[in-house]
């Protein structure tokens, strides 16, 4: 049995940093850009998008006024059709409109968006729901994410009629052709999907195509700390990349990997939550609960052929935890890492075998069971 893949055009991309990189503070873990003291040769094109912050760096030859223009406007023409295709706060997006569908007839989309969603729907099935693109309606009932209700957690009633509306087996899709249109259908009218787990990674591949297409093999993309590395980074090797502790205060790192025609993504419980009594709820939902995720990870890290499926498994991984979690990452030929909060908040590592070894003395992660 073949694992989930995304089937898009999206090929690889490659990470670059001298210091350490606050990302946005909306974006749900946070990592930092990690290389040499020194720099040649790179077009940098930094700016916002989806709620977030992104970073293009450009390596290789050739890199005159001429490039960095095309550079630039492939990259705003590649971000504005994320945001036309999957934002959920454009209301003129394929997504928004498509949750406004009061309908079970199918809904024209494009090909990417098809394609994104479909990719969705079987991970969803391979992790038995641990994965739920339509669980958005209960994260806000528990006070996160768009139109959320803020003030007391939800009923028990008001979880089971959210989950009632949930489910991979609520959507239809049709992928299309390469360039041309597909379509979404849901079996019941009132669900919604969200794309937020996923969409940045996307975006970073779908970026990275269009680096691509200008013949640049030499890059890295970065959205909301979601990456796809290319190539080499400036003077060559591949790319490093700092995972950060995830602190509640203050900020530190946990490990550097090196990535090479990689896409990489993290999640974590530490920047979005909130105490409920003595309990620390997360943005993070188990849609097979309809409860945020108590005593799991602290945070994921996932490398993988793209950086749409490691932000998508990267989610995964805070429901399944580092046990079930690894385990199924691993089938499916993903590295993942899971970083928990062991005595007195201590931080201890447990990645699966298809994680790369740290590159920096002292920050290595256990591959103990």
């Known amino acids: 049995m073949a694992p989930p893949r995304l089937v898009l055009d999206a090929h690889t991309l490659r990470m670059i940093a001298i210091a350490f990189l606050l990302l946005s503070a909306l974006s749900i873990h946070r990592l930092w850009f990690a290389g040499g003291t020194e720099i040649r040769d790179v077009i940098a094109v930094d700016g916002e998008t989806m709620g977030t912050t992104f970073q293009i760096r450009v390596a290789g030859d050739g890199l005159d006024e001429r490039l960095e223009r095309d550079v630039r406007q492939v990259v705003a023409a590649r971000l504005g059709e994320i945001d036309r295709w999957m934002s959920t706060w454009n209301p003129e997006s394929e997504v928004s409109r498509f949750n406004a569908h009061d309908s079970s007839s199918p809904f024209a989309v494009s090909y990417e968006t098809a394609s994104v969603v479909a990719f969705a729907v079987e991970l969803c099935k391979w992790t038995t729901g641990a994965y739920d693109i339509s669980v958005g309606p209960l994260v806000a009932l528990w006070g996160f994410g768009n139109g959320a209700r803020v003030g007391q957690p939800p009923t028990e009633a008001e979880i089971e ?11 239809r899709v049709g992928r299309g052709a390469p360039g041309g249109q597909g379509f979404l259908r849901k079996n019941d009218p009132t669900l919604q999907i969200d794309l937020s787990s996923i ?9 990275a195509d269009g680096l691509f297409e200008l013949g640049r093999t030499d890059f890295m993309v970065e959205i909301g700390g979601e ?7 400036p003077g060559g090797g591949p790319w490093r990349l700092a995972i950060e ?10 490990s550097i990997v090196e990535l090479s025609n990689q ?8 920047r979005i939550f909130y105490l409920d009594g003595d309990r620390r709820l997360s943005h993070t939902i188990d849609p097979r609960t309809g409860h945020p995720v108590e005593n799991g990870p602290a945070a994921t890290t996932v490398i993988a052929t793209t950086a749409a499926e490691a932000d998508a498994w990267a989610t995964a991984l805070m429901v399944l935890g580092e046990g079930e979690g690894l ?7 993903v590295a993942g890492l899971v970083l928990t909060r062991g005595e007195a908040g201590a931080i201890e590592a447990k990645a699966n075998a298809l994680f790369p070894a740290t590159v920096a003395p002292g920050m290595s992660n256990s591959n103990a069971p």
């Open 245 to 254: 502790k995830p602190l509640d205060e203050g900020r530190a790192i946990q």
């Open 227 to 233: 990456v796809y590395a290319a190539g080499e980074r």
């Open 199 to 207: 969409a940045k990674g996307f975006g970073a591949d779908h970026v």
């Open 327 to 333: 385990r199924l990452a691993e089938e499916w030929d």
């Open 161 to 171: 009629e959210a989950m009632s509306h949930m489910g991979a087996r609520l959507i």
């Open 263 to 270: 896409g990489m993504a993290s999640s974590g419980d530490y």
